[in-house]
């Protein structure tokens, strides 16, 4: 029986849903590649079902249409769009002259550890986090430290007596730090994110923020980037990354933004960048990039009651057939992430999910560690899918009691 959806989160599906079978689409055609069966349901990689907004298409297609594909630079007009929508929506001033472009954070963060860090040398992660944090740092030939987050009564937390002692004992250069935090959801209280920098700063630890998922208040506090609660000391040891692609959906676009507030730290990455990396950001990303920071709003806030309501129906249904799952809070990011180890041992949890429940998802073990009972589920997507998944998972538990 189909989910009665509420009129907002109803029309933003109607208009904007798409089928992506045969587009080349990773999370749909790329299941057989990546989990050897093809009759999984998707809920992994973290792009939606969902059509840019109308302005970010007609913007795209005006300039396709020009037949005109050289060289360009980034316009001031770029600039200002990000500035305004980082006033707006999260009450930041930056300034353009901090912005560089990268053709992708993943590409970025490779970037920053090559950068700022020696081969060997360790660099400071909390996990679970996502995974190419680690993959940056050990592809690279250096050394994963993790201060882990914990998860308990009151939800996922930084353990910051962890955090003060593995910058002490390991003396890192880099501390990567998600923030809203993928995959547990949290979105980092202004006073959270001032006890990181002021131990890092206690550490002499750059910070480089990885604030992707800014824009994706779903619940509890207002997301607070780095740059709003950074004193002036710490504002010369920040980077910041963040990008329109989760916001707008334009992954494939490859576009996003490195944010180096201090004049001689961004000289040193300009120096840096110009030896290894030539190329600032993509000019269908920038365009598809401004249109939606420009038109977009009204299209993202109605995303967000998808999303609200996505995680509320999943939470509903398994809170009633599969009451002994964890369900992490969902306050940034549309990524819900879930402790199945009341139900499942870790080794049997890809048989229980590809097998029984017949989905594809991202495993907690690619995270961290610690979190090999936890899969995450992307909720950005057309509600009967999120009801057909949160199903599924209660008929597997029924099954395997
Ligand atoms: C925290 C985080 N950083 C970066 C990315 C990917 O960014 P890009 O596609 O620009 O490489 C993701 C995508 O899921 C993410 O969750």
Known sequence: MAVQLPETVRTFVEENLVDRHGTNSEKWDGLQAEFGATDLLPLWIADMEFAAPQAVRDALVARVTTGVYGYSFTPDSYYAALADWMQRRHGVTIQSDWVRLTTGIVKALYMMVDWLTAPGAPVAVMEPVYYPF?????????????????????GWQIDFDELEQVLAVNHPRLLILC???????????????????????????????????????????????ALAVATPTQMRHLVVLNAASKTFNLAALNNGNVLIPDAHLRADYDQYSQRVDNVAGTMLGQIATEAGYRHGEEWFDHLLDVVRFNYDHLRDVLADGAPQVKVADLQGTYLSFLDLGAYVDAQDIRDFVQNQAHLAVDYGEWFAPTTATCIRLNLATDPQIVDEAARRIVAAVRSAK
């Open 134 to 154: 680690m993959h940056a740092i050990e592809d690279q030939g250096r050394k994963v430290v993790s201060a882990n987050l914990q998860w308990g009564e009151s």
């Open 179 to 225: 923030s809203p935090h993928n995959p547990v959801g949290r979105i980092w209280t202004a006073d959270e994110l001032r006890r990181v920098l002021s131990i890092a700063e206690k550490h002499d630890v750059i910070v480089v923020a990885d604030e992707i998922h800014q824009d994706f208040e779903v619940g509890g506090p207002r997301f607070t980037s």
